[in-house]
């Protein structure tokens, strides 16, 4: 599975950016839709820290106490892509953020729970 992010930017406080994460899978592997998915993040110098998580078919999700209520994590199994859609944008979400899937349908909440990464989009929110 090949993963790329796209979508990052810079906005303003209280402002809003959807994040999306195209998926390749190669034709003889399992369809994404099974896949469980997430999105991350990472200031420099600072270890990466989860963001939200959705599982494959059943399609639960989780997220960090710190986006709830703001972000919400979606995906369109038909295109392959999840999406980051982030409301209400704090400087505090500044970071790249980066989309990854693991072979196993549940969700994730660690790093070391995904198998597959992008490359990270920027986002950057200014005061």
């Known amino acids: 599975v090949q993963l790329q992010a796209s979508g990052g930017g810079t906005v303003q406080t209280g402002g809003s950016l959807r994040l999306s994460c195209s998926a390749s899978v190669h034709s003889s592997a399992r369809s994404f839709e099974n896949y469980g998915t997430g999105w991350f993040r990472q200031v420099l110098g600072k270890e990466r820290e989860f963001v939200a998580t959705m599982s494959g078919i059943s399609v639960t999700t989780y997220y960090a106490d710190s986006v709830k209520g703001r972000f919400t994590i979606s995906r369109d199994n038909a295109k392959n892509t999840v999406y980051l859609q982030m409301n209400d944008l704090k400087p505090e979400d500044t970071a790249i953020y980066y989309c990854?899937?693991?072979?196993?349908?549940?969700?994730?909440?660690?790093?070391?729970?995904?198998?597959?990464w992008g490359q990270g989009t920027l986002v950057t929110v200014s005061s």
């Open positions: 990854a899937a693991r072979t196993s349908s549940w969700y994730g909440t660690k790093s070391s729970h995904f198998d597959f």
